[in-house]
């Protein structure tokens, strides 16, 4: 759906701004106004946030999202992600990747279907973080480590109302999505399988095994010419 800009992006920063320029680098946005229940009242550019350290994690590319949401994503990010990575992989956190923030549409994207948690900036899809060394933790690849992507949905899903990954649905196979949605009784949806890594050959092959030598295959025999005297003429 078309979408308006945001009606001031000078508008003086609320406490939730405030709060969130301690933990993170963030530019206020003031309210987002778009058709239907899309928007947000106080919406924010989140464009790193600040580790105890003082070390930045970038948020690439920056994600819009109303301060609440951000201001999640900032704590789960400084208090339990980037513990997990230096404990578990004992490197830095750096980066993580936003494959999608605000977009005023419908869940999935079905035409028609309800209001996402996107279309309210309430929403955040995350592909991938990435340490200092280089790595790249991309969170539905099975080869990355098993003990921190259990650590990250455990934190996940205490954090957010919503978490869906592999094996929620086929639109979340490549990515997880975490959302501060209203249920009644503050119930909770934590729809994410944390697969174990695949076997791996003495290559390094993942899903593959020698054969045994009598098990190799014979070459496929090639088929009768019955003509074959005629086309040697």
């Not at 578990?88 to 869940?107: A, D, H, I, T, V």
Request: charged content about 25%; glycine content about 6%.
């Amino acid at each position: 759906m078309p979408e308006k800009e945001p009606a001031s992006r000078t508008a003086p920063p609320s406490d939730c701004d405030r709060q969130l320029a301690k933990i993170a680098v963030a530019q206020p946005l003031g309210p987002l106004i778009a058709p239907g229940e899309c928007g947000a009242p106080d919406a924010v550019l989140l464009q790193s946030v600040i580790l105890s350290d003082a070390s930045k994690v970038a948020i690439a590319p920056p994600a819009t999202l109303r301060c609440t949401m951000a201001t999640e994503v900032a704590n789960w990010v400084r208090d339990d992600v980037a513990p997990a990575a230096a404990k578990k992989l004992g490197s830095p956190l750096r980066g993580l990747e936003n494959l999608g923030s605000y977009e005023c549409r419908g869940r999935d994207r079905v035409r028609g279907a309800t209001l996402s948690e996107h279309g309210r900036a309430n929403a955040l899809d995350v592909r991938s973080f990435k340490l200092a060394n280089g790595e790249l933790l991309v969170l539905a690849d099975r080869k990355v480590s098993q003990d921190f992507r259990e650590a990250v949905r455990s934190s996940a899903c205490a954090r957010f109302s919503t978490v869906l990954g592999p094996g929620s649905d086929p639109d979340h196979a490549e990515h997880v999505h975490v959302d501060l949605a209203q249920r009644r009784n503050n119930y909770k949806m934590c729809e994410w399988d944390i697969l174990e890594p695949l076997a791996q050959d003495d290559a390094g092959q993942a899903g593959t095994a020698p054969l045994p030598a009598d098990d190799v295959p014979l070459p496929v025999p090639r088929p009768v010419m019955a003509n074959l005297g005629r086309r040697l003429r």
